[in-house]
């Protein structure tokens, strides 16, 4: 039997993640000690009362069929206290698996064949994945640091503008680490107004900011509502990465469209889980602070060895990572495989992110102090 793949799917290739994935196992076989600085999963445990709460669910096996009653204004009075965003819990809160679940659903949602969107580059790869999965045309937003790693957005050429109806941003943002003000996000409301594009803000890493400041929701701008939505998570707010729950807001006829889809593919998230998210919004506020210290401590002492040895960085102002070039502007794949190879730190290449990303590579701070230590001098000899 002749087995293809939809026309669709044949235009993804296995993902740079599982080459690296593939050769890390090969060299831990071969009994190599590595330090993991490559995925973004958190390392640390979530708040005692979430585990506490999932661990004495006993009999609450049941289809949720969506969010339980009181989670969507859990998430309304989060987004009060933390963003100064005002939602309507009904009817502007929608529940996800994850993040990475809805980003990789909106686009089956809301796109056609044909239908431009415009994501960035170097993105979280789903962004452009979903669309392509969607049948639709991603188009890169170059990324630079030269602009702050802000998308130019008067460089679009009209042509794609006219067919353009989604744009994906992403700020605090993976990988580039950048987070985006006010005064962007009233450009991108009114570009997005003029010519007529959803706006998809992802803010995963809302809560991971440095420095003693905050993350700034698209939501927070006058005449955002109208014209987009936001995605959030517990994954790395609360290190609930494994538990698979997020949400969207914003924009309520997206909302209901997303509604209407995953009312025929998904049947709700564990109920014990559900009520954890709720607690974690509602009494996470100190963990929320003590993460930041964690993360920005680690990040100090990452770079501080780093940079004490040459190689000249500058501090990630927020999220999990660091986004850096590679010494002598090497190439990304080349000098990630050097690293693992000879070094044993595992780290991601730029290139994983789109075209834009070659010529760095991602650092994930997911490895407490003493062994960000251990790695930097080990980079530091390499
Ligand atoms: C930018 C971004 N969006 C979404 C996700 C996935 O989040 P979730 O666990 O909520 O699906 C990640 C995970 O690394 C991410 O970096």
């Not at 993360?295 to 850096?324: C, E, F, H, I």
């Amino acid at each position: 039997m002749d087995i293809q793949a939809s026309n669709h799917i044949q235009q993804l290739r296995r993902g740079i993640f599982n080459e690296i994935l593939d050769e890390k196992r090969r060299l831990e076989k071969e009994g190599k000690s590595l330090i993991d600085l490559s995925i973004g999963s958190p390392d640390l445990p979530p708040p005692d009362f979430v585990t506490e709460i999932i661990q004495h669910a006993s009999k609450d096996y049941f289809y949720t069929m969506g969010a339980i009653p009181t989670f969507n204004g859990k998430v309304a009075d989060f987004y009060n206290d933390r963003y100064d965003v005002k939602l309507h819990p009904e009817s502007e809160v929608l529940q996800l698996i994850g993040s990475q679940d809805g980003l990789a659903h909106l686009a089956t949602a809301m796109i056609n064949p044909g239908d431009y969107v415009l994501v960035p580059d170097p993105g979280y790869p789903i962004f452009e994945v979903g669309v392509r999965i969607a049948g639709g045309q991603p188009y890169p937003l170059p990324l630079t640091e030269e602009n702050d790693y802000l998308p130019r957005l008067d460089r679009v050429p009209q042509h794609i503008l006219n067919r353009a109806k989604m744009m994906i941003l992403n700020y605090p943002a993976n990988p580039v680490t950048a987070t985006a003000d006010r005064s962007f996000f009233k450009e991108v409301v009114r570009f997005a107004q003029k010519y007529n594009i959803l706006v998809v803000h992802d803010f995963t890493y809302s809560e991971l900011v440095f420095d003693g400041k905050r993350g700034i929701s698209l939501l927070s701008v006058p005449g955002a509502k109208e014209v987009g939505v936001e995605f959030n998570s517990f994954s790395k707010t609360f290190n609930m990465a494994g538990c698979r729950i997020g949400y969207m807001a914003g924009n309520e006829k997206v909302l209901n469209i997303m509604e209407t889809m995953m009312s025929h593919t998904q049947y709700g998230i564990f109920y014990p889980i559900q009520k954890a998210a709720e607690a974690a919004l509602t009494r996470g506020f100190d963990f929320m602070e003590q993460q930041v210290n964690t993360y920005q401590s680690r990040r100090d002492v990452l770079m501080d060895r780093l940079n004490q040895a040459g190689w000249p960085l500058s501090k990630p102002p927020a999220t999990m990572y660091v986004w850096t070039r590679t010494p002598g502007g090497r190439d990304s794949m080349d000098f990630t495989f050097r690293l693992m190879r000879e070094a044993g730190i595992v780290v991601t290449p730029g290139k994983a992110f789109g075209p834009e990303g070659e010529g760095y590579v991602r650092i994930s701070l997911v490895q407490p102090e003493d062994q960000l230590a251990k790695a930097a001098e080990r980079i530091n000899r390499f």
